[in-house]
């Protein structure tokens, strides 16, 4: 899903000319004699980066739990609402690290964007938050600080995200409605806050994917993971309105302990394929929201996956993952303390956290199950008849 090498267009979302989206080749040849192809960019910070953010450390929270990130409070009647405004402010923050080759080239990217989309101004609302300079600065980097790459990129993902199945908001909002079928599923939620005081995410892997496929149909999982998108960037929106500056990236920590081959095979046939042949050139249209990745209790069969297929992706994102086993548990240790402080981490996660984890365990879909909620599935918004 991350591989940036497969450059065929997904969906309905074409690739946008450079003659269409406003930015003249003149002034695209002077910004790259400028800077060139590939401008000056700042390493992405990880979740451990030191700056200001042992004061984070050692202020920690009251409860390892942000009730505004629960899965209960995400359902709640004007969270898609609060969360649009929350990016909105935070998007506008100063940087964390944004440098000035980087300011002049996110304007410029902003400029191009409204003029693909023939606006004067960012919309109001929920969308605004695509255009702020903290969003368009993923794109920017995603795309090695290349101008001429992330313009054409942010028009097909901004495409998507606005028109794709009724737009992103449609999609998620529609996940709220009715009673909750994913959450008991999927263990993975925040858990205490690293080292610049942004929530951690945690991720036990046993979710069955395909399980919940066959319960209640592919539309109802593929909204419930567009609002669950949202959730991830609540979170670091969030936190950079507490700190006054626009945090970049989030460290995720997955425990790979209860990972099987089949539920893997099963979700990559009955979901994941499908997903990502609905993205623009079957990339995830929201990048960079995970700035580090730690997974402990990795079993053989998992490295092995990882050994095989890392080279497909660009060297930025396999840098961000790191794998450790089940005998190497020091050194995963040694990792996670470099980002979290290891009283902020959930005791089955090997930390010292005193608050129970809430996120269930996941595990295989009982095959009845499958069948039974399928049937009786609540009605949804599907994208899938000409959306």
């Not at 060139?36 to 390892?64: F, I, N, R």
């Not at 449609?170 to 008991?184: I, R, S």
């Not at 994941?272 to 609905?278: F, G, L, N």
Request: glycine share 10%; aromatic share 10%.
């Amino acid at each position: 899903a991350l591989a940036r090498n497969a450059r065929t267009s997904g969906g309905r979302v074409g690739t946008p000319s450079m003659a269409v989206h406003g930015l003249s080749q003149k002034r695209l040849e002077e910004l790259q004699a400028r800077y060139g192809d590939q401008a000056v960019v700042a390493a992405a910070p990880t979740s451990g980066s030191k700056a200001g953010c042992d004061a984070a450390a050692a202020e920690l929270s009251d409860s390892a739990h942000d009730h505004e990130l629960s899965p209960e409070a995400i359902r709640a009647p004007g969270w898609l609402e609060h969360t649009g405004d929350v990016a909105l402010r935070a998007g506008e923050l100063p940087h964390v690290d944004m440098t000035s080759v980087e300011e002049e080239l996110v304007r410029e990217l902003r400029l191009a964007l409204l003029q693909y989309r023939g606006l004067a101004a960012p919309p109001q609302g929920f969308y605004g938050q695509f255009f702020t300079r903290g969003r368009l600065l993923t794109y920017l980097r995603a795309n090695g600080g290349s101008l001429k790459a992330a313009t054409p990129r942010a028009c097909e993902c901004l495409d998507y995200i606005m028109d794709y199945g009724g737009g992103m908001l449609a999609l998620a909002a529609a996940a709220g409605d009715g009673p909750d079928l994913f959450t008991p599923w999927t263990p993975t939620g925040f858990y205490g806050h690293d080292r610049r005081g942004v929530p951690v995410l945690y991720a036990k892997a046993a979710f069955d994917g395909g399980g919940l496929v066959a319960a209640h149909g592919y539309d109802s999982l593929y909204n419930y993971l567009r609002r669950f998108d949202l959730l991830v960037w609540h979170a670091l929106w969030s936190a950079s309105l507490r700190s006054g500056k626009c945090q970049y990236g989030l460290c995720m920590v997955v425990d790979a302990a209860p990972f099987t081959i089949g539920r893997f095979h099963r979700q990559l046939e009955t979901f994941d394929r499908r997903q990502i042949a609905s993205w623009p050139r079957k990339e995830h249209p929201l990048p960079e929201g995970i700035a580090t990745v730690i997974v402990c209790n990795v079993p053989v069969v998992l490295a092995q996956l990882w050994a095989m297929f890392k080279y497909v992706l660009p060297r930025r994102d396999r840098e961000r993952v790191h794998l450790f086993s089940s005998g190497s548990k020091s050194a995963y240790l040694k990792k996670l303390a470099a980002h979290v402080d290891l009283r902020q981490v959930p005791s089955c996660f090997s930390g010292e956290g005193t608050a129970p984890w809430r996120y269930g365990e996941g595990g295989d879909v009982p095959a009845a199950s499958r069948r039974k909620s399928h049937r009786s599935s609540s009605k949804r918004l599907s994208w899938t008849d000409g959306g």
